[in-house]
């Protein structure tokens, strides 16, 4: 019998992409999440499926019983992340995210940080494409600098067609920010009303100077300052990916592979500054959302052989070598520290 992983939310866009590589790497599949009929479809022999609502937590529990650690792929996360972690809390195993929510980021710090720490969970949220891949990066780039003035991240992508749950969490998130729009200055999240600017961006060759939305706040707000020390996190959206997102009629994104990846490729360039110095940390790849599950993936292998920095709530770029980390995904991203 090999290690045994829950997968709640295992039927979603995302969700499925880590069962696969979960699969993939001999993990035993626990299958969770509302829908029985769902996940008995996505099922296949040896997997087993345990249905649980967020708010049954008999049934949570019963969904980890046994399990060495848990994916949380469930969204929207402000309703699924904390029924999810009390649950790996009281099961005593670890809890790995792919919220991409600011909000539901910044309550997983603010609310579990000293309940992981006393109870010795390893508690990653965010280990996803908008979040966790930007923290490592900013953590590779940082090297061995203890602080510095700004970080800014760039994302090239060439397209974005959104998935259903990613326009739910959207809507979430408005919400919960009254309209509001949110940025990461002075060392704290400020919420505000100002236009986002558009601007040029370099990015590295092939793609080169393009026009990107300025302000374009994503999880890596939360994740990037949870622990390095930069007052100034700033982020951008190239234009083309911002317009798909806020067209109403994008549709969801296509398999164009085996492996059921869209054709959309995405560059992350991240540069950090200290004074008069610049350092820069590039990855590039394929589907925003199937790269999420390498990075949930290696993060629970890493957690449970022993790999992690700490315990309690952490970021990616905390808890794990960023280097190292990134490099363990050659198969699925390139990656480039420069300067």
Not at 261 to 290: H, K, M, N, P, W
């Amino acid at each position: 019998m090999g290690t045994a992983v829950v997968v709640y939310g295992a039927y979603g866009h995302t969700g499925r992409f880590v069962v696969a590589e979960l699969r993939e790497r001999g993990f035993v599949l626990v299958l969770s999440g509302r829908d029985e009929g769902k996940l008995r479809a996505v099922a296949e022999p040896g997997d087993d499926v345990r249905p649980a609502s967020v708010d049954d937590a008999a049934a949570l529990d019963r969904a980890l019983a046994g399990a060495a650690a848990v994916v949380n792929c469930a969204g929207p996360f402000a309703t699924t992340a904390a029924p999810v972690i009390e649950a790996a809390l009281r099961a005593g195993i670890p809890y790995v995210d792919v919220a991409a929510e600011i909000e539901a980021n910044a309550d997983t710090f603010a609310r579990f940080a000293d309940r992981a720490r006393e109870a010795g969970v390893a508690v990653v949220p965010a280990m996803a494409f908008f979040g966790g891949l930007a923290d490592l990066l900013a953590t590779a780039a940082m090297g061995d600098w203890t602080a510095a003035d700004e970080a800014h991240v760039a994302y090239g992508l060439s397209s974005w067609h959104p998935t259903a749950g990613t326009r739910v969490a959207g809507r979430v998130s408005g919400q919960r920010r009254d309209g509001r729009r949110v940025r990461f200055t002075k060392g704290e999240l400020a919420y505000h009303d100002d236009e986002l600017p558009t601007l040029r961006w370099s990015f590295p060759e092939p793609m080169g100077s393009r026009e990107v939305i300025g302000e374009f706040a994503m999880a890596d707000v939360v994740t990037i300052p949870s622990h390095l020390s930069i007052p100034e996190v700033r982020s951008y959206m190239a234009v083309e990916a911002a317009r798909d997102l806020a067209a109403p009629d994008t549709p969801a994104p296509v398999a164009a592979d085996e492996r059921g990846r869209s054709g959309q490729t995405f560059l992350v360039d991240v540069v950090v500054r200290s004074g008069g110095e610049e350092r820069r940390a590039v990855a590039s790849g394929q589907d925003i959302y199937a790269i999420s599950a390498p990075l949930a993936v290696e993060a629970v292998r890493r957690v449970l052989t022993g790999r992690a920095a700490t315990t309690g709530v952490a970021s990616a770029g905390a808890i794990f070598d960023a280097p190292d980390f990134l490099r363990a995904l050659s198969a699925h991203l390139k990656f480039e520290l420069r300067g």
